[in-house]
């Protein structure tokens, strides 16, 4: 399995990225998708998150600016920034939990991607 992230870089602020994840190998589907970020000196934190059915779930201090979303025929996850600030540059990494089968049993399973680097300049 491999969760390749895409789509940062160098923005100035009030500018706008699109990340995207795209998932491969093998299992039976995918539920739920999300965005987390790292920045310097600091702990990792949930962004946003994204359900099978297309609920999604943001961290205050990404709402009404940030867009989850799926694309469930590319298994690819994106996340659309607008009005990005100093304050969200990041490591910013994917993580999906990944549905696969023993003989009967199902096991969903948590795997992450490499990460994409946003830095927003001032």
């Known amino acids: 399995v491999q969760l390749q992230a895409s789509g940062g870089g160098l923005v100035q602020a009030g500018g706008s990225l699109r990340l995207s994840c795209a998932v491969s190998?093998?299992?039976?589907?995918?539920?739920?998708m999300r965005w987390y970020r790292q920045a310097p000196g600091k702990e990792r934190e949930l962004v946003a998150a994204i359900t099978t059915g297309g609920s999604t779930h943001y961290a205050d201090f990404v709402k009404d600016r940030f867009t989850i979303s799926r694309d469930g025929a590319k298994n690819t996850v994106y996340l659309q920034m607008n009005s990005l600030k100093p304050e969200d540059t990041a490591v910013y990494y994917c993580?999906?939990?990944?549905?696969?089968?023993?003989?009967?049993?199902?096991?969903?399973?948590?795997?992450w991607g490499k990460g994409t680097l946003v830095t927003v300049s001032s």
């Open positions: 190998g093998s299992f039976f589907m995918i539920g739920d």
């Open positions: 993580n999906a939990a990944l549905l696969s089968y023993s003989g009967t049993q199902g096991t969903y399973r948590h795997y």
